[in-house]
């Protein structure tokens, strides 16, 4: 499937399709890579202690704003990493990733369950690659 440059293979022969990721994202651009986002404000300031939804949240908005400053938007990502402390968050953050991007077109996508993140109270760490088109 075409979608803004990108192609989207959802199903390459031979591999179970799956619903919420797409295995195979590819096209021509510039590579933009985006450093794990995690949810601090502006101010350096954590948002959401123990709340995954709301740290997702942050984590994405920051993430939005990482990818205007590449000239990019989440229709651009190619691929998103997930670093969870626990897997059983894997709902509330994936219902906040589907506000910000086209979830008929999703982005490949790996989910990891971590021991630890950069400090005790982060539940989440999102990065990105995106292919920006000039």
């Known amino acids: 499937m075409e979608h803004g440059g ?6 390459p022969e031979g591999v179970a ?7 195979v994202v590819a096209g021509p ?16 300031a954590l948002v959401g202690p123990g709340d ?3 740290q997702a949240h942050r984590v994405f908005t920051n993430m939005h704003r990482c990818l205007a400053a590449a000239g990019a938007t989440f ?3 190619i691929k998103l990493t997930y670093y969870l402390t626990d897997i059983d968050h894997v709902p509330a953050v994936l219902a906040v990733r589907d ?13 990891v369950q971590v021991a630890a993140l950069y400090r005790p109270d982060l ?5 990105a690659l995106a292919l920006v088109h000039d």
């Open 6 to 11: 990108l192609t989207h293979i959802p199903a």
């Open 99 to 111: 506000a910000f991007i086209d979830t008929r077109l999703p982005p490949a996508s790996t989910v």
């Open 29 to 44: 651009g510039r590579t933009a890579a985006i450093a794990g986002q995690m949810p601090f404000d502006e101010h350096g």
């Open 75 to 77: 229709n651009d990502v």
């Open 52 to 54: 995954p939804a709301a």
């Open 123 to 127: 539940l989440l760490e999102v990065d």
């Open 17 to 23: 399709p799956s619903s919420g990721y797409t295995h």
